[in-house]
């Protein structure tokens, strides 16, 4: 248990559907990040909150929007996705911005796009 | 572009020996690394980590060791046991000013025979 939720962990949709990932973090940390793992390739970050505040938005697709309410919960839209969207997406947080200190992972929402 | 890497994507070894997982970086203004293990089905979990004003950090049975004049790293884990089975991934701290992120490498699979 790291303390970072997400839920669902595993999504099923079409690509005229539209689905939210949730994550919520029980640590008391001040940041919050979306990651997407795909098979053979490095982590790639794709969002980051900071207080709630949007700090880095890592040239992502329109389609995935994301909302962050508190400092607490991270949420990831999904919209008209494609089927090489499919991948593993892990939320993390981290104390605060910039990093000096471990993030901590969710285990994921496994995300297949039909 | 983004260059963390890993030499060897599948690292097999026996029960009780010694393993070591290389991670060579390009940034030289990385400040900080990390080592992180990830379990089948399972987020990310943190290992152990090293600050570039250090070449060497031993945690329980787990050692980083950094070379900053070839921009290596590597994680060396004692009397590797079934339970170290995992994607092993090293990610350095990178940025200079501001916001800073983790980048991550490949990874590299270690599988443990008993």
């Known amino acids: 248990e790291t303390g970072v939720t997400q839920t669902p962990r595993h999504l099923v949709m079409g690509m005229t559907n539209k689905k939210s990932l949730k994550c919520e973090q029980h640590?008391?940390?001040?940041?919050m990040y979306w990651y997407k793992q795909s098979a053979k390739k490095p982590l790639e970050l794709m969002f980051v909150?900071?207080?709630?505040?949007?700090?880095e938005n890592n040239s992502v697709p329109s389609r995935f929007s994301p909302e962050c309410p508190n400092s607490s919960h991270l949420f990831l839209h999904l919209h008209t996705l494609q089927p090489e969207d499919s991948a593993l997406y892990l939320c993390?947080?981290?104390?605060?911005?910039?990093?000096?200190?471990?993030?901590?992972f969710g285990e994921g929402s496994r995300l297949t796009v039909l | 572009g983004e260059s963390v890497g890993l030499h060897l994507p599948t690292l097999s070894v026996q029960e009780g020996d010694n393993s070591i997982i290389n991670c060579a970086y390009s940034?030289?203004?990385?400040?900080?690394f990390i080592w992180y293990k990830q379990e089948s089905g399972k987020g990310p979990q943190f290992i152990i980590d090293?600050?570039?004003?250090?070449d060497k950090r031993q945690g329980q049975r787990v050692t980083v060791l950094l070379n900053k004049t070839v921009k290596h790293l590597s994680l060396q884990i004692a009397a590797t046991q079934p339970g170290d089975s995992a994607v092993y991934f090293c990610?350095?701290?990178?940025?200079?000013?501001?916001?800073?992120?983790?980048?991550f490498g490949t990874g590299t699979r270690l599988l443990v025979s008993p």
């Open positions: 090293i600050r570039s004003n250090m």
């Open positions: 993390a947080s981290s104390q605060a911005v910039p990093v000096t200190g471990e993030l901590f």
């Open positions: 990610a350095e701290n990178r940025g200079n000013t501001g916001f800073q992120k983790l980048v």
């Open positions: 640590l008391g940390h001040n940041a």
């Open positions: 909150y900071s207080l709630e505040e949007r700090v």
């Open positions: 940034n030289s203004a990385s400040d900080y």
